[in-house]
T-cell receptor
Framework: DVKVTQSSRYLVKRTGEKVFLECVQD?????MFWYRQDPGLGLRLIYF???????EKGDIPEGYSVSREKKERFSLILESASTNQTSMYLC?????????????FGDGTRLSIL | QKEVEQNSGPLSVPEGAIASLNCTYS??????FFWYRQYSGKSPELIMS????GDKEDGRFTAQLNKASQYVSLLIRDSQPSDSATYLC?????????????FGTGTSLTVIP
């Protein structure tokens, strides 16, 4: 089974802090994704990466950056946390190799910015 | 225009009934389709995938795909209270370098004992 591991389930930070969310997958997937999920808004794509050292902006990249130094690890960085970044953050991975391969999600990080 | 549309619900069905969840998509090059179940406070978990026209059955779940109508649905037979969750429809498209997934906002299902 694919395992996507997010470093924290719950995280509380203060406004202005630099926040790191880590995600590791164990299936050698090329593609990795970061989403945030808010009530009534569904999943919104922040950034994604098709391979090591590659990154692409999603729909809502403002205030975020990412790092993909190793294939298995994709980090989301909140450069200067703000209260409107309080949300559930979900990491996912997938492989482009086969048509029917889905995205696999981590357990999520519920981030609160005070 | 949204890529993937779902009725947000809430959809309520009595225990033992059939729950029908619907999803339409706008991109004709979409290749694969997925249904995820998400319990409150949890992450989405995959329950069904389909990429050929027709029906695909797995236990109490049946996914139906009609590419001509750009329509995919999920039927849950003999609904149980444990099926109460939000169901996300996802559509996968392909590019030269990778793939993209587009998610609906989800349909909330409540199964009433």
């Amino acid at each position: 089974d694919v395992k996507v591991t997010q470093s924290s389930r719950y995280l509380v930070k203060r406004t202005g802090e630099k926040v790191f969310l880590e995600c590791v997958q164990d299936m050698d997937h090329e593609n990795m994704f970061w989403y945030r999920q808010d009530p009534g808004l569904g999943l919104r794509l922040i950034y994604f990466s098709y391979d090591v050292k590659m990154k692409e902006k999603g729909d809502i990249p403002e205030g975020y950056s990412v790092s993909r130094e190793k294939k298995e690890r994709f980090s989301l960085i909140l450069e200067s946390a703000s209260t409107n970044q309080t949300s559930m953050y979900l990491c996912a991975s997938s492989t482009p190799d086969r048509v029917n391969q889905p995205q696999h999600f981590g357990d999520g990080t519920r981030l609160s910015i005070l | 225009q949204k890529e993937v549309e779902q009725n947000s619900g809430p959809l309520s069905v009595p225990e033992g009934a059939i729950a029908s969840l619907n999803c339409t998509y706008s991109d004709r090059v979409s290749q694969s389709f997925f249904w995820y179940r998400q319990y409150s406070g949890k992450s989405p978990e995959l329950i069904m995938s389909i990429y050929s026209n027709g029906d695909k059955e797995d236990g109490r779940f049946t996914a139906q795909l009609n590419k001509a109508s750009q329509y995919v649905s999920l039927l849950i037979r003999d609904s149980q209270p444990s099926d109460s969750a939000t169901y996300l429809c996802a559509v996968k498209t392909f590019s030269n370098t990778g793939n993209q997934f587009y998610f609906g906002t989800g349909t909330s299902l409540t199964v009433i004992p």
